[in-house]
Structures are given as C-alpha cells and as structure tokens.
C-alpha cells in the first residue's frame, strides 16, 4: 500500500525526503533546517530561501487582490531573510498562470511584487513564467547577505536566555477568519457585500504583513547579537519548538507576556476562539521569535515592539507555557499542514 501524504505532515515529510541529503561543496555552510541556507560568498554569507504560494492553499482570489498577493508573497520570502539577522538583496519570481488570468490581472499582481521590491530595497533580477491547468502559483526565491558573525540559526539558544517577540500575535489567523466569514455570507446572500470596517486590522495583517526589517536593523543599531532567530509563520508554538528543539533547550514563556492587539481580541471573542489559541497555533504573522542573552535585558527593554515573553530552560524541563491560572501547559507543534485540508 502507498503512504498517503496526509500520514506525514509537512515536517516529517521535508524529513523523509530530505534526511539522506549530503553537502559536498565547502561553500555550503547550512543546508536544509533552518529559515534559509547559508553560502560562503566571499567574505560575506550569503542567505537562500524560497516559498511558494499556490491558489486554494495559500490564497484565496475571492477577497485576496492581486497586487496584495505579489506584495504578500514577496514579504514571506524577505521575512525569512530577516530571520537569518541578514539583508535580502535580489528576489527571483516564479508564476504559473492559467488562461483564466489575463494581462491587467499579472500586472497588478506585478505591482504588488514591484512595491515590496521597492518598500524593502530589494532587486527582482530574474524567475520563469510558464502555463497552468488550474490557478496561479508563485514561487519567490530571496537572497540576502550578512558578515558571517551575524548569521542567526534557530540552534543557538542557550539556558536562561530572555525568549523575545516582535510586534504582536494572531492577528493574521483571525483576518482569515473573517474574510472566510464574509465569504460565505457573500455566496449565500447573492452578493451582499462584504463588512470589514471594524476588522481592518486583522484583515491587513493576513492581506498585507510586513517583514520585520525594522527589528533586525535595531538590533543591530542597539548591539544585540540574538543567539537563535525564527520568523513566525506557523504559530509561535511551533516556531517556539523548532528552536527549543534545535538548540537542545526547553522554554517556559508567560500567558500574560503574548502580545495580541486590542482588535485581535475583540475579534477572536466575537467568533469564539481564544486569542491564545490563534497566537499559539495561527499562522502568517511573520514576526521575529528569538533569544538573547539576559545581559542584553537593557537595551531591549524600551524597544517599542519587543515584547519578553519567557526564558530558556534546560532541556529536561520540556516546553511549558504559564497560563494565567499559573498552571503549566505543554506546547506542542501545530503547524500548518496543508496536506489535511
Ligand atoms: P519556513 O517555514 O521557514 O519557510 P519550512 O518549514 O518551509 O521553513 O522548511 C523547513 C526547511 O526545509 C527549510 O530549510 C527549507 O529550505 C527546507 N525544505 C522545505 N521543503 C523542501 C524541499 N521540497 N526540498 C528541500 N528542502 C526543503
Ligand atoms: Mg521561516
């Protein structure tokens, strides 16, 4: 009998199909693991990564404008650049257009990708185009640079490091939610339009994220050297285990710590989740989780949008969350996994 994929998920699969992988080249500092490859490149390390995009899984064309998705998929790209402490420079662009796509629409998608490019200082210097039988795909490639010292892996988180977030949480995940409501109403009420005045946050952080360049460029301006970095694509709980995990840690971090916007919660208790529960377990917020040594406590602790959430603990402890009641909860990894949808 086959496996089915939906018997791996997304990890075990990268697993499966990647764990015999040999690096042969001396140039390949970092394969497959982290945010990007790393590449010796003259003096400089030179950061790799990719993502790909594909209607009906990752985008929905109903409420999603072209020219927000270019923007969107190049931001995901860049924000795990940034994950890695280094600076994107050049992006290539892969599409797969079906016919039901027609010049104006690529345009717009176009702008988007265009905007990003300028917003981020980031050059498009190539990709491929070619035909679909259903939907649009775009697989962005971004490359960055950064001194070799300041290269940021998820495995250098050590005990009694602070555990940091940019920004706040969830909000994305409730977006979606949203824009899935209105979407339905849509259908089932023959085009009534669609009422997101009250949710213009949520819905932009889900249509419109942004990568949090302003983080690791004051980091740096501040001195900090974070000891291990991860972009939050999947959650802050499975980011959390990725480098716990990978640094051979584990991690308590505090309820009342998690940043979630005024309107992320007022949204989630109108359509019944826990905010905690999107922070942990949503998706697509794409701001920066990482460690710092406690020393560097005081040049952190006045930064707008650096929130301490926790601290690094010996591995034996596991993964703990503090909930408000003081209780312990054990984090688990609930990426995305797209195979079960
Ligand atoms: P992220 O969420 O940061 O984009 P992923 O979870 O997508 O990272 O990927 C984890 C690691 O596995 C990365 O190093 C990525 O480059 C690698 N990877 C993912 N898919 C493949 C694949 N099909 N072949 C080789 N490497 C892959
Ligand atoms: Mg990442």
Redesign the pocket.
């Known amino acids: 009998m086959p496996t089915e994929l939906s018997e791996l998920g997304?990890?075990e699969l990268?697993k499966e199909?990647?764990g015999d992988v040999e690096l042969t080249n001396v140039s390949t500092i970092k394969g497959?693991?982290?945010?990007a490859?790393v590449i010796a490149a003259g003096n400089d390390a030179m950061v790799v990564?990719?993502?790909l995009l594909v209607e009906g899984i990752h985008f929905d064309l109903m409420y999603t404008p072209l020219k927000h998705l270019g923007y969107k998929s190049v931001v995901v790209n860049l924000s795990?650049v940034y994950a890695m402490n280094a600076i994107p420079e050049q992006i290539t662009v892969g599409i797969a257009l079906s016919s039901k796509f027609s010049v104006e629409a690529v345009n717009q998608l176009y702008d988007g990708i265009k905007l990003a490019c300028k917003l981020y200082g980031v050059d498009l210097v190539g990709g491929d185009t070619t035909s679909s039988l259903t939907g649009l795909m775009i697989s962005v490639t971004a490359i960055g640079r950064a001194p070799f010292d300041k290269v940021t892996y998820r495995n250098g988180a050590k005990e009694n490091n602070l555990i940091c977030v940019s920004g706040d949480l969830g909000g994305a995940y409730l977006g979606v939610q949203i824009l899935e409501r209105e979407k339905r109403v849509f259908k089932e009420n023959l085009g009534a339009q669609p009422k997101l005045d009250d949710y213009t946050y949520v819905v932009g952080r889900q249509l419109k994220p942004e990568a949090r360049k302003d983080v690791v460029e004051k980091l740096n301006e501040l001195g900090v050297q974070p000891t291990a970095m991860i972009?939050i694509?999947?959650g802050l709980s499975s980011e959390l285990l990725h480098i716990c995990t990978q640094s051979k840690v584990g991690c308590r971090v505090y309820e009342d710590k998690i940043p979630v916007n005024k309107e992320t919660e007022n949204v989630a208790g109108e359509l019944n989740i826990h905010s905690l529960t999107a922070a942990l377990n949503g998706g697509e917020d794409y701001e920066l989780l990482f460690t710092i040594n406690m020393n560097d406590y005081d040049k952190i602790k006045d930064v707008e949008g650096i929130t301490v959430i926790g601290h690094i603990t010996n591995e034996s402890e596991g993964y703990n969350l503090i909930n408000n009641q003081g209780m312990p909860i054990k984090l688990k990894s609930m990426g995305w996994k797209n195979f079960n949808e």
């Open positions: 997304e990890f990268i199909l990647t497959i693991g982290d945010d490859a990564t990719n993502d795990d972009d694509s999947d």
